[in-house]
């Protein structure tokens, strides 16, 4: 099976930014109007699609932050707070060596040894 590869923030804007340049060049070709109108409209929607772009850009920004941070702090308790348990089966205080005997059974003899 192929693994499926997401697809950074940077291939994302590069496609947005690559689709609006295609979206001018068919305007510009298509416009009605004449070139200083047309190049007008371009530069107004360019702008339009900057802002779009940076406001896109800063709320997920805002968010990852803001969801990066909730994690650290919820984390943060539990390494203070955590114990360490010890397996009885390698804790020599637990148990004594016959006990330990006794739960890990005799060692079988491995062949060719």
């Known amino acids: 099976m192929k693994n499926k590869q997401k697809s950074s923030g940077g291939k994302v804007v590069a496609g947005l930014l ?12 298509l416009a009605p109007d004449k070139g200083t ?10 702008s339009k699609l900057g802002d779009q772009v940076n406001k896109g850009y800063a709320s997920t920004k805002d968010k990852v932050s803001d969801w990066t941070n909730k994690m650290k702090s919820s984390n943060s308790g539990s390494q203070a707070e955590g114990k360490t348990h010890k397996s009885p089966y390698t804790d020599s205080k637990k148990w ?6 006794n739960m890990t059974g005799t060692a079988r003899n491995t062949p060719g040894v």
């Open 18 to 29: 690559a689709g609006a340049a295609a979206g001018v060049v068919a305007g510009m070709m």
């Open 37 to 46: 109108v047309t190049r007008k409209k371009v530069s107004e929607q360019a």
């Open 96 to 101: 004594d060596d016959q006990e330990n005997k």
